[in-house]
């Protein structure tokens, strides 16, 4: 119908079909909308007036005249009317060959005869076949089915990306939680969402670290009943003990003011070996005070102590010794020192230890020892002892601290441990630095008393 229409429209207007077509609102006859091959008008001697495809159309000679393109040239499919009527005897022209019959669906050519002022014209509408439309809605059908697989790619894709957004903390969390389970407290999730998974994976370390906690306080309280049981039973082990190592103590004495022999030689030999036995009883006595003041709980008695003073009482514990040993001790005190409040006997014990150590680690080749007393800040003093003796493996200065780990073959390993535990009964902190064959430092930190505090003797 719009091919017919088209056709009188071209006998009453100047355009060409291709022209007018181009004008349409609708394209309704492009490839994928209908059937229209062609649309021819023709005049009663089959010259081609006018066509949808520009090529048929007439062009001008020359010398200005009209050239028609002629229907016999024009490939047609089979030819009919498209309108036979019982008692229509239609005369055809000679230049149109007879009309053939079509059957339904295939392609063909349907004239309209149509009768004009100018003489007869003949409207040819050319089609296809009408697999033609079934191919079309294929087309349709198909680009239908890509548009529905993209949008289910598309919507496959935003899904499995909201699904590993919020799968990935959750199994981050499970991880974690089986970490937790195995009895490590200090794992961590991400906490750098707003969501509830933010919320869920910032409670989870929470409680983590307060798990954490709470087995540092379980183990400190094991760690503290242990130390009252060691601290009885060694309380009552160097009671039985001490009474016999007096009394062989006393005993020596004796022997030695009493019975010592008339001869020069034997009486040299006699003393020599009752001063050995005294020694020997004297390092069964230090072992037993050191095991108990590692083991029993620390009561101190605090009072105001001068630093420069108990580093000077130590020095001059070890300075016969150094003196054969060729080392030089020094200290060094950079600016007055507030007082600070400590147990004199604790931190007496400290600073021998220290510097025994020292001297221990020189090992007679000649070095240096000196104690440096500072400020750490305005509310704490430090205290830094160091020597140039041969150093300490870099493994085993995590353990230096631990009861009974010593690298001496005669050490009980308790000297060190008796010095943290005094440092930290004084609120205070201590570290150490050392490299093989060049020497150690400790360095101490101890709380100042300032003023307005108020001694608290006794402990």
């Known amino acids: 119908m719009t091919g ?6 071209s006998l009453r207007s100047d355009q060409y079909l291709d022209t007018t077509l181009g004008n349409l609102r609708e394209p309704l006859l492009n490839e994928e909308n209908g059937r229209v ?5 023709l005049d009663e001697n089959g010259n081609v007036l006018d066509s949808i495809i520009p090529k048929y159309n007439p062009r001008k000679s020359d010398e200005g005249n009209d050239i028609f393109f002629q ?11 498209a309108i036979q009527l019982a008692d229509d005897q239609e005369q055809l022209p000679l230049w149109m060959p007879p009309a053939r019959n079509v059957d339904f669906g295939e392609a063909g050519a349907f004239y309209f005869p149509v009768e004009t002022d100018r003489g007869p014209r003949y409207i040819i509408v050319v089609l296809g076949s009408a697999h033609t439309l079934t191919q079309v809605l294929e087309r349709q059908t198909s680009r239908s089915a890509v548009y529905t697989l993209v949008l289910l790619l598309v919507t496959t894709l935003a899904t499995g990306f909201f699904v590993w957004r919020f799968a990935r ?6 991880i974690a939680a089986r970490n937790v389970a195995a009895g490590n407290f200090d794992v961590q999730v991400p906490t750098d969402r707003r969501d509830e998974v933010g919320t869920l994976s910032s409670a989870f370390n929470e409680m983590t670290a307060k798990l954490s906690r709470a087995r540092e306080l379980e183990a400190q309280l094991h760690q503290a009943e242990k130390g009252a049981v060691v601290g009885r039973l060694a309380a009552a082990i160097a009671h039985e003990i001490r009474n016999p190592l007096n009394y062989i103590n006393l005993t020596l004495d004796h022997l030695r003011s009493s019975y010592a022999p008339e001869d020069p030689t034997k009486r040299a030999t006699f003393v020599r070996l009752t001063d050995q036995l005294k020694s020997e009883v004297a390092r069964i006595n230090r072992h037993i005070t050191d095991f108990l003041k590692y083991s029993r709980p620390s009561k101190l008695e605090l009072e105001l102590v001068d630093l420069r003073a108990q580093a000077e009482d130590a020095l001059r514990l070890v ?10 001790t020094t200290i060094v005190q950079d600016e007055d020192l507030p007082p600070i409040r400590a147990d004199k006997e604790s931190l007496r014990s400290v600073f021998t230890n220290l510097v025994i150590n020292a001297v221990e680690a020189i090992d007679g080749e000649g070095g240096d020892i000196s104690i440096k007393l500072s400020k750490a800040d305005p509310e704490s003093v430090k205290v830094e002892i160091s020597d140039t003796g041969c150093g300490i493996a870099a493994q085993n200065i995590s353990k230096l601290f631990e009861p009974y780990f010593s690298t001496k073959d005669t050490g009980t390993g308790l000297g060190l441990a008796i010095v943290k535990k005094a440092v930290d009964d004084h609120g205070g902190t201590i570290n150490v630095t050392s490299k093989e064959g060049t020497g150690t430092t400790f360095t101490i930190t101890l709380p100042a008393k300032q003023k307005g505090d108020a001694m608290n003797i006794g402990g």
């Open 71 to 81: 229907f016999r040239d024009v490939p047609l499919p089979p030819l009919r009317s």
């Open 4 to 9: 017919v229409a088209l056709g009188i429209r």
């Open 169 to 174: 903390p959750i199994k981050e969390l499970s």
């Open 319 to 328: 300075e016969a010794r150094a003196q054969e040993c060729g080392v030089k």
């Open 37 to 41: 091959k062609n649309i021819l008008v």
